[in-house]
């Protein structure tokens, strides 16, 4: 059974960045592309940035893709997201997804096997 457990939020102020990291607990990470995704009050579920299995390719919404990366470490079966220059609007509980085994990694996450618990980031102006 998978298990993904969110780190790193918290209350920044704009401008700031904010480092999250998601332990994958269980087998065959590599199998798995993973995505970080956000949900903020009100707003449906969006893809902030996906990885491959073999971080061979990422994707990022055009808007993000100046001030968001997204990384993976396959012998700690780990996955983090480096943001930067944050604001306001980033805020929004942000959460960590392991899509269907073997897949390049969907931007939809009602596709994706397992969710972590999510981890608050609030940015203040």
């Known amino acids: 059974q998978v298990q993904l457990e969110e780190s790193g939020g918290g209350l920044v102020q704009a401008g700031s960045s904010l480092r999250l990291s998601c332990a994958f607990s269980g087998r065959a990470f590599d199998t798995y592309a993973m995505g970080w995704f956000r949900q903020a009050p009100g707003k449906e579920r969006e893809a902030v940035a996906v990885?491959?299995?073999?971080?061979?390719?990422?994707f990022y919404p055009d808007s993000l893709k100046s001030r968001f990366t997204i990384s993976r470490d396959n012998t700690k079966n780990t996955v983090s997201l480096q943001m930067n220059s944050l604001k306001p609007e980033d805020t929004a509980v942000y959460y960590c997804g392991a899509d269907r085994k073997f897949r390049d990694g969907s931007t939809t996450w009602e596709l994706y096997s397992y969710w972590g618990q999510g981890t608050q980031v609030t940015v203040s102006s």
């Open positions: 990885i491959a299995r073999d971080s061979s390719t990422t």
